[in-house]
């Protein structure tokens, strides 16, 4: 099949993150997946190819490294899926973890599920906060106090800084090069800041220097991982957040994550898909 291109999490018809979804019969070489991603461009690339039992084996490439799991290209895979082989609830073999992803065609849009990986959260090392502030030169007086730093897991690792104030989450700037030393140097993934409007619309802003891009404008994984951090923090969530993300890249987005109350256990995240064309209509 060839290269599909995806925006995940869009608001409607608009925005959202692009992916790219590759299906066949069997997955290629992981130098040729790298390759791939990394002439697509876009954040990540998500390569599916069936493996027996009804699964699909399932691996994320970044622009510059292998990720363990990608929120917005398993909604995009979903979408993609769904396209190929009907509605339905498709199982992964992720290389970490076990999902599933939903996936139903409403006409030109695809509703999204996806199933994270089972989450935990631990307090941020008062270290890497430290490097972490510096890197986005904010100080503590910028955090929002009810959210303390944290690094959550959801699939993957991500260190969480809440911020007090909305122009605070708009002025986020930081040096590539120095935030891909941190996020590697501290096996993280992304950095997800966040400002919480209400108990349950949050906006959010994600730094993706470990794979080579500045800033992702929707990202599930973090999501999941961000909902399961406000579960063990006994924030009054009412079992479902909503996540805007993208906004200040013009690229806004639209999440949704259903919580459970037992701890630890799996986030539904879920959101629209559209299909991208390309400059001649492709």
């Known amino acids: ?20 979804v590759w299906i066949g019969d ?60 009907g509605d339905g609830v498709f199982s992964l ?25 089972p989450t935990r959260s631990a307090p941020a090392p008062a270290a890497l906060l430290a490097d972490a502030l510096a890197l986005f030169g904010y100080t503590a007086q910028d955090l929002d106090p009810r959210i303390p730093p944290a690094l959550a897991h959801g699939g ?6 809440a911020l007090r104030s909305r122009a605070a989450l708009t002025a986020m700037r930081y040096d590539l090069e120095a935030g891909r030393r941190l996020m590697q140097g501290a096996g993280l993934v992304t950095i997800v800041l966040v400002v919480a409007e209400s108990d349950q619309l949050l906006h959010t ?21 961000l909902a399961g951090y406000l579960r063990d923090l006994g924030w009054p969530h009412g079992g479902v957040i909503d996540v ?30 559209r299909w991208m064309l390309d400059e001649d209509g492709a």
């Open 93 to 117: 073999s992720l290389s970490q973890a076990q999902i599933t992803v939903e996936g139903r065609v409403h006409g030109d849009l695809v509703q999204a599920a996806l199933q994270s990986p």
């Open 244 to 273: 805007v993300q993208g906004e200040d890249m013009g690229m806004r987005s639209r999440l949704r994550a259903e919580i459970k109350p037992e701890p630890g256990s799996s986030i539904r995240v879920s959101g629209t898909a």
């Open 205 to 225: 802003r994600n730094a993706f220097a470990s794979g080579g891009v500045l800033e992702d404008p929707a990202t599930g994984a973090a999501t999941a991982a």
């Open 26 to 85: 069997t997955l290629p070489a992981p130098a040729e997946m790298q390759r791939i991603a990394a002439e697509l461009g876009f954040s990540e690339t998500a390569f599916a190819a069936p493996e027996g039992d009804g699964r699909w084996r399932v691996r994320y490439y970044a622009p510059e490294a292998e990720v363990p799991f990608c929120g917005h290209a398993t909604i995009a895979l979903g979408a993609a899926l769904a396209r190929q082989q």
């Open 1 to 20: 099949m060839a290269l599909q291109k995806i925006a995940a999490f869009s608001d409607g018809a608009q925005g959202g993150n692009p992916a790219g």
């Open 156 to 161: 993957a690792d991500h260190l969480v800084l």
